[in-house]
C-alpha cells in the first residue's frame, strides 16, 4: 500500500470517528428536545466540533436570536465568549459560574456529553436569579435588621420577657435576666411560674387584657412592668412583660416630676420636701423589724392617721417617708414639721398661714401654711410631744374637721392631708402633768407604731454596720472591709442609747481616723474606748440608770472632744442642742 493512499485511508477513518461522535451526541441530546424546550431555563448544547445542536426556548428569550437561525451555527457565532468550548477542550465542568446579560443576573452550569469515556459534546444550563438575588438580598438585610434590634433589646436598659399561649418563656433579654436574679438559659423553656411565682404573665396570654403599671414583687424588689398579648391573624400566640421602672423609688420619681410640672403649669405651691425612703430601706431582719415592715406595708394603703414613737434615733422620719411613699398619695407633696425647732411664736403661720398683714413683718400677699401645701399628700409632724398646749387645740380641729384657718383669717380652707407624728417623749406622763392634751392623744393615736430601739434588736447591728461601711466607703472614696473582733464585740457589748442614729455617727467618725481596711478600737470615741476596757457596766445596777450613766458619760466625752462646743457635740451625738442642753442640766454637767 502507498503512503499516499495509507493516508487517505487514515483520514477516513478519523472523518468517520468525528462523524460517529456527532452521531452520538445528536443521539443522545436530540431526542430530549421537547423536554428541553418546555424548561424555562436556558439550555443549549454543542457537539464535538461546536456545532449548536440544542437551543431551546430559553435561549431564544435570552440571546434574542431564533432557533431556526441558531441551530447547526457555531456556537461562538450565537453566543460570543462562551465557555462551552473551553468545556470541550478541557472536558471539564464549570459550575455555579455567574454572568450578566442586560439587567439580569444568571447562573450557569456547564458539563461535558461523555460517550465511552470520550467528549462528544458540551450543555450549558442557565437561569435567571435575578429575584432570587433580590430575595437574598433582602433576607441579609432582614436578617441584619433581625440581628441589630436583638442587640438593642439585649443590650438595653428595658427589660423584656416573651411567653407563649401556654405560659412557657420563649425568650428574655439580660435586663430582665438580671431584674429576677437568672440566667437566661435556666429560663426559657420553663413555665413562667416556676421562674417568677408571683407573676400573672401567663395569664394575660389567655384573657388578652392588657395590663399597665403593675407592681411585680421579686426576691425583695419591686419594679413597674407592663403586661400585653401578643396577637398574629388575629389568634393571641402569647405575651410579652415589659419593665417599665426597674424599681417602684424610679416610678414614683418619674410621677413626681410629672405631678410637679402640672403643679407649675395651675401655679400652685412646690415648696416641700420629697419623701425618698421605702420599707426596703428599713434595714434590719429581726423578728422586731420584719413584723414592723410588714405592719408599715399595712397601714400605709388605709387613710388613717399615724403615731410613730420610739426613742430618738431610731429611724422615726424614715418610717415616716415609708408611710407617704406605699400610700395611695405617693404622688402627692410629702411635708415635714419639726415641732420642737419652730418658736412657740411662729409655729401657727408655719402650719396654717397667714394673711397679708396679719402681724407687722407680714409677706405682701400673704403666705400658706405647711397643711395646705400638704394638701392631697401627706404631713409629717415630728416630735409632736413639744408642740405647745395651745397649738395642741388648733390641730386637733385640724385633725377633727379637716379644715385650717390662716392666722389674720376667718375663712376655713379645707385640706385633704393625712397627718403622721412621731415622738419620743412619754405621752402618757405628760397627759398627767396636764403638759400634752388627752384629746389630741386619742385623735393622733388612731394607729401606733412603735420603732425598736437598736439594743432591742441587736441582732440587725451587722446589717446595718455594713450599710454604713458601704455608704461612707463610697462617701470618702476608701475600701473599709470590716471592725475588728475586738471592735465588734465592743458595738455589741454596747448598749447605744443613741441608737442607730448614734451608730451611724461612730462609724462616720471611724473614716476620718482609720488609715487602714479595718476599723479598730482606737478608731472610736473616748466614751466608747471607756466601754470598751469595762466590757460592761455593773449588774448590780438597775438598767435605768446604766443608760443614765452611759448617757451622761457620752455627753461629758462629747463636750471634751468638741471644747465645749454645744452645736458640735450635739451633732457628735445625734440629738438636738435642745435637747442637749436639757440634759446637762439634767446631770448637772458642767460645760
Known sequence: MTAGKAAAIAKGSSREAVQAHDFH?????????????AIYNVVIAVDYSGKIIVYNHGCERLFKVPAEKAMGRFVSEVVPMTGLLKVLKTG????????????????????????DNKVVGAVGVAQDITELQQIANELNSVNEMKSTLETIIDTGHDGYLVVNKEG???????????????????????????????????????TGKTQIGEVLRVKGREAVVMRYPINKDGRIIGAVSKVMFRDVNQFITSAKTVYSSQRRIKGEPEQWASARYTVDNLIGKSHPMLRLKETVRRVALGPSTVLIRGESGTGKELLAHSLHVGSNRCLGPFVKVNCAAVPENLLESELFGYVEGAFTGAKKGGQIGKFEQANGGTIFLDEIGDMPLLMQAKLLRVLQEKEIERLGDNRARHVE????????????????????????????????????????RIDDLKDLVEYFLAKYNHAFGLNITGLSADALELFENYNWPGNVRELENVVERAFNLVDGHIIDVMHLPPYLQKFGKSKRHSINKSLPSLLEQVEKEAIADALS??????MQAAKILGISRAWLYKKIAQYGIKA
Open 25 to 37: 451526541a445528536h443521539e443522545l441530546i436530540v431526542k430530549e428536545v421537547p423536554v428541553l424546550n
Open 92 to 115: 471539564n465542568s464549570h459550575i455555579g459560574r455567574k454572568f450578566v446579560q442586560g439587567n439580569s443576573l444568571y447562573i450557569v452550569n456547564r458539563t461535558p456529553i461523555l460517550h
Open 168 to 206: 412557657y418563656v420563649i425568650t428574655l433579654n439580660k435586663a430582665y435576666a438580671e431584674l429576677i436574679d437568672i440566667n437566661p438559659e435556666d429560663a426559657i423553656g420553663r413555665h413562667i411560674k416556676e421562674v417568677i411565682p408571683e407573676t400573672e404573665l401567663h395569664l394575660v396570654s389567655q
Open 417 to 456: 392631708v393625712r397627718v403622721v407624728a412621731a415622738t419620743n417623749r412619754p405621752l402618757e406622763q405628760m397627759i398627767a402633768d396636764n403638759t400634752f392634751r388627752e384629746d389630741l392623744y386619742y385623735r393622733l393615736n388612731v394607729v401606733t407604731l412603735q420603732i425598736p430601739s437598736l439594743r432591742e
Open 561 to 566: 472632744v468638741t471644747n465645749g462646743n454645744k
